[in-house]
């Protein structure tokens, strides 16, 4: 790649052609608008790929991609030039797409600034971070990254329905899950941790919470869609094989918690609406409890049982330090991805921060909840918490509305959130956990706004994923 770059002629010819496939590839699109449509998801289905887990995927070319490149320090400006690049010219690809289907984006923003006004200051608050940061060009470039994942997710949201998302998430996780078992196998210094296997998230961690949801989801598509059983029974199989292999005792619970959700669903969505909100939020403080219980005493009831996992060793440790960092700027935080900066040295805000037992220095907190209080403040939590509430209404009443499988995956998808920040991060940021988060504030927030509808909305798809 270099000696193209150094090869000025070569370079010419190698650009001429490349704008010569835009404009076919434009061309084609303006003309056909299913192959628009399908290009629009499978670009879609890039990003998410991209953005999987806390990490995002570690393989290349996808790491290049990552919007968190935008902000990294050590990102060097031809990369983060190329990244640009190759974003705009997707939307000027789906650009004769995209001139008829945010006709309606406003509308949809009003809605979403009327119903969802406790997300909306919060994404108030992260494009103003900068003003407080310490490192404001890493805050702002950190807080337009986010942004910019949010809008992807808006958008998703605003035009797919849950059956076309749960598509999209069954792709995402099928090839997920192909790709990490053949680096975990044949790459080994890609796809494995000196804990287990990492598959194409970095580390085993992530990669068995994405792993855990694949199951789940992928079960519940295989009782809903008997055809595809088969398919459903394979991605299953191999997904809890690469679970088992990450060496995460936290992921089996979590299958657990999912599973049992699912099953306390078809009781719940028969109550009140109230009744049915109380029972959702008694269900996941309990389980909240029991993770929490769980992954405290893992090292002791856990071995031989889920799997010796003590990635929680130390924590304990280091939480009530990060809480009084974050009580030093309570209200509004460190600022977009200013807080956990090494290559600041001693000037690092979560440089002091280590677990004495071991003198190990977290990169993140385990926490995603309180690593969100150090980038945005109790306040940027607390709207964080009031929009989750919101969500989780909208949710309950989708549920009583709907049919199943559509009418549970929001109320998955928000005890995934939940469950998988409590000892790990990705709440908040350039991330699929938050890229999802906005796609269901989003959807929830167009479904609970019409009229209760009782058609059969059971997923019924040809012979494919």
């Not at 370079?11 to 076919?24: E, S, V």
């Not at 995927?57 to 190759?86: G, R």
């Not at 004495?356 to 385990?366: C, E």
């Amino acid at each position: 790649m270099k000696d193209i770059i150094q090869e000025p002629f070569l370079l010419a010819i190698i650009i001429a052609l490349g704008i010569c496939y835009i404009f076919l590839f434009y061309n084609a699109f303006a003309k056909n608008s299913k192959l628009a449509a399908n290009a629009e998801k499978i670009f879609a289905g890039l990003f998410l790929f991209t953005i999987s887990g806390a990490t995002g995927a570690s393989i290349s070319p996808f790491s290049k991609l990552h919007p968190s490149v935008m902000y990294n320090y050590n990102t060097t400006a031809v990369t983060i030039t190329a990244q640009i690049a190759i974003y705009f010219i997707i939307l000027f690809l789906l650009s004769s797409r995209l001139r008829y289907t945010l006709k309606d984006l406003i509308n949809v923003i009003i809605l979403i600034l009327i119903k969802s006004p406790f997300i909306s200051l919060f994404l108030l608050m992260v494009s103003l971070s900068g003003f407080w940061s310490d490192t404001p060009d890493i805050a702002i470039k950190a807080s337009l990254a986010y942004l910019a994942a949010s809008a992807v997710a808006v958008y998703v949201g605003k035009q797919y329905s849950w059956t076309e998302l749960y598509r999209l998430f069954r792709w995402i996780s099928f090839f997920g899950v192909i790709f990490s078992i053949y680096y975990a196998q044949f790459r080994p210094s890609i796809g494995r941790h000196l804990k287990g296997w990492s598959g194409i998230l970095g580390h085993p961690n992530q990669f068995a919470f994405f792993m855990a949801l694949t199951a789940v989801l992928w079960f519940l598509y295989a009782i809903y869609s008997p055809k595809q059983r088969r398919l459903s029974a394979v991605v299953i199989l191999l997904a809890l094989f690469s679970l088992q292999n990450a060496n995460s005792g936290a992921s089996k619970v979590l299958i657990l918690v999912l599973l049992s959700l699912w099953f306390y669903l078809n009781f719940v969505k028969r109550l009140p609406v109230q009744w049915a909100f109380i029972s959702v939020v008694l269900f996941m403080i309990v389980s909240t409890i029991f993770v929490v219980f769980i992954s405290d005493n893992l090292e002791s009831i856990v071995v031989g049982g889920l799997g010796k996992d003590l990635t929680l060793t130390g924590r304990t440790e280091f939480w009530p330090q990060i809480i009084e960092k974050i009580n030093q700027r309570p209200l509004l935080g460190y600022g977009s991805a200013s807080f956990w900066q090494p290559w600041r040295g001693l000037a690092d805000p979560g440089g002091d921060i280590i677990v004495a037992k071991t003198q190990f220095k977290p990169p993140h907190s385990h926490n995603g909840f309180l690593d969100l209080a150090l980038q945005l403040g109790w306040v940027g939590l607390s709207l964080f918490i009031l929009s989750f509430f919101n969500n989780l209404a909208k949710a309950v009443t989708y549920l009583t509305r709907t049919k199943l499988p559509e009418a549970g995956l929001p109320l998955v998808f928000l005890t995934y959130t939940i469950m998988t920040n409590l000892t790990e991060t990705g709440l908040f940021g350039a991330t699929s956990v938050w890229f999802w988060y906005i796609v269901l504030t989003v959807r929830l927030t167009l479904d609970t706004n019409t009229k209760p509808q009782r058609e059969n909305h059971r997923i019924r798809e040809p012979a494919s994923l």
